[in-house]
């Protein structure tokens, strides 16, 4: 993860009623003098017992805020790549108040999804549970089929969803373990629960069967793959990038071209449909989706040495 070093620090504090056009956050920048550096909404936050902060810093030159829990970092929200036009973070016209109830409000005008908003969003309930003394047991993750994403949930109540915008910080590249990681992080640092170990209906990748077809072309190297930080985004022919579709970027194969990669290492193989260019480094020849990568077991290498073979439709 290519993260830039921190660029600012918020605290999270206990949230009362605001304008849904105002992120309410504590921002370590608003100093006084008769504290020892630590800002009074920091003090005011750490009496009540928050266990949430929030760093801001840039991710492959977008905005991204990150979420601890007890000084672990567990979740980056990052910013959406669509949204070209979104106002760049600036802490500097924070407005503080006082609301009725005596708590420190500071008002950070936003959208609701920039990422310093979803990232307060979600500490506010995480907070919310350490004060409520909820089981970090019922804090569990489940697929959700209907909009293909993870969903980290408290019961039944859904906390946040893992997607290509919302990753574990240091990620793996898939989705299914930043998810399953971020979960465990959070179980231990709310009521030091034990780890889970499955992810609940969890979708088995596809793997694609080649039958009665015949191989026009035949290469060897190295390939690669690319996910969470391309997910969503337009591929070379102009459809929306899938990750856990069966899909690959090549340099030269005609967009549609159905080709069959095999592992060398462990000998499984996936059948692919080229819709994007790449890889632009010497001696690779491909580069899959994270979907095709799982399914011939190559995630955790992150390269392997593979065989390429253009397949034509049956006859």
Same mark, same amino acid.
Request: with cysteine; net charge negative.
């Given at each position: ?15 009362? !009623? ?6 309410? *956050?504590?921002?370590? /920048?608003?100093?006084?003098? $008769? ?18 902060? *929030?760093?801001?810093? $840039? ?5 991204? #805020?990150?979420?601890? !829990? ?11 790549? =669509?949204?070209?036009?979104? /106002?760049?973070?600036?802490?500097? &016209? !924070?407005? !503080? ?15 609701? =999804?920039?990422?310093?908003? /979803?990232?307060?969003? %979600?500490?506010v309930k995480i907070n919310q549970i350490s004060r409520d003394n909820i089981d970090a047991d019922t804090i569990r993750v489940r697929w959700n089929d209907q909009e ?8 039944? $109540? ?29 179980? @231990?640092? %709310?009521?030091? #629960? ?7 209906? @969890?979708?088995?990748?596809? %793997?694609?069967t080649v039958a009665v077809r015949s191989v026009a072309n035949r290469l060897q190297g190295w390939a690669s793959w690319y996910g969470p930080g391309f997910h969503g985004? @337009?591929? #070379? ?34 059948v692919v449909r080229i819709n994007d260019r790449g890889p632009f480094i010497g001696g690779r020849i491909i580069d899959l989706s994270a979907g095709a990568a799982q399914?011939?077991?190559? *995630?955790? &290498? ?7 073979? %253009? ?5």
């Open positions: 993860m290519n993260a830039k070093p921190w660029s600012g620090l918020v605290s999270l504090l206990v949230l009362s !009623v605001c304008a849904p056009a105002y992120a309410e *956050i504590e921002c370590d /920048r608003l100093l006084c003098p $008769e504290s020892d550096g630590r800002s009074h909404v920091e003090q005011l936050a750490r009496s009540q017992g928050n266990i949430t902060q *929030i760093e801001t810093h $840039e991710l492959d030159d977008k905005q991204a #805020a990150t979420l601890f !829990v007890r000084n672990i970092p567990v979740l980056t929200f990052v910013q959406n790549p =669509s949204e070209t036009t979104a /106002r760049p973070i600036n802490y500097q &016209s !924070v407005n !503080v108040a006082e609301s009725s109830t005596g708590n420190l409000i500071v008002a950070y005008p936003t959208q609701a =999804s920039d990422p310093v908003a /979803r990232a307060n969003n %979600v500490a293909k994403n993870y969903v980290i949930q408290v019961g039944e $109540e859904k906390l946040v969803a893992i997607d290509g915008n919302t990753i574990l910080p240091d990620n793996t590249r898939d989705l299914a373990t930043d998810a399953l990681q971020a979960t465990n992080r959070l179980r @231990r640092q %709310v009521g030091n #629960a034990p780890p889970l170990s499955e992810i609940e209906g @969890r979708p088995e990748p596809e %793997v694609t985004n @337009r591929t #070379a022919n102009g459809e929306r990038y899938n990750q856990d579709a069966m899909t690959a970027a090549h340099r030269y194969l005609p967009f549609g071209t159905e080709v069959r990669v095999t592992n060398q290492h462990n000998g499984r193989s996936v399914a011939i077991g190559m *995630i955790s &290498s992150g390269v392997a040495p593979v065989t390429v073979e %253009v397949i034509t439709p049956a006859n």
